[in-house]
């Protein structure tokens, strides 16, 4: 695995706005609300950056900013990396930066007719309604376009491959519909994804509505059987110590459950010897991976863990022994 450094890094910001006529608070929302949102927009650049620099390219979303007067307004920067090694695998030209990919996606404005239609504006444009792809398939040419019709109707639309294969990527369809998750709630009835001062897109309720129902019968036909993968910041207790420096796995409580996560990328087993052992509840910090089975009805039912780094460790309070309480 090629260190990070190696990574050339390419930026760009974008932002989103929730607005609703007549909101009375129109500088609150939900915190509920609003953090699926937020997640989904980290889950559909990290698949469009896969989808279209591989799986080796990493990807990153933050938000930079606060918040603009008479809507719900989010600042990000989407933050991608590309190993020397994809560059020489790619064509100088496939390699997207950053700003390519949120104009793919649809967040910026994008060159007229590169792609066709951008992600969004095709799922939007699909309203949920079975496609077939006009033979022939340009399958290893990504700066090709292959034209996609409506089942049972002659109505047709020519879109970038990339696109139509991230519209069959029941994570990225997951994280598209997720994104738009404060529609309909709280008086929201409006997004715009902004470019600086320039709107991009905009889509209303209905539009909305138009997008979901793409996503939800992309997710119902996906025969894509992969886990979905997510990383997340968390803290784990240990729930029942290993005193092999060895192990692959220990047990933690994460929240109210107990898991088995894989410490293999860590050295907690080694430094929990060289301290004289671990203790229950001493707890750690870390940036955990989550692979999460996916059944045929979208609900997870298996998931695997692995702790990825420690960020902080916090020993468990000693215990009170028998005997301190003679002293």
Known sequence: MPDRKEAEMSKYEFAVAYDGTGRPEPHS????????????????????????????????????????????????????GIYEQIKALLATDEAKSAKDILEWVGLIVGPSGLFGMSFFQY??????????????????????????????DGNTVQIDPSIYRLSENPTALRAARDAFIPIGTDGFDEVKFKDGGQIAAEFGAEAVRDIVESCNSGIAESKDKDPEIETVTAWLSVYSPVYDEDAGKWRFRYGRDVIYADITETDIAKSAIERGGAMVDDAYQVVLEISSQINSEGKVHQANYKILSVIKFVPAPPKLQQSDLFD
């Not at 698949?47 to 918040?67: C, M, Q, R, T």
């Not at 949920?128 to 290893?140: A, F, I, N």
Request: glycine share 6%; hydrophobic share 45%; with cysteine.
């Open 29 to 80: 929302i939900d915190v509920q609300t609003l953090a699926p949102a937020l997640l989904a927009f980290g889950r559909l650049l990290r698949e469009a950056n896969h989808e279209i620099n591989g799986k080796k390219s990493i990807a990153k979303v933050l938000v930079v900013s606060d918040f603009e007067h008479k809507c719900f307004h989010i600042n990000f920067e989407l933050v991608v």
């Open 123 to 152: 799922l939007k444009w699909k309203k949920g309604r079975k496609v077939e792809v006009v033979p022939p398939l340009v399958d290893s040419d990504k700066r090709g376009k292959i034209e996609v019709r409506i089942v049972g």
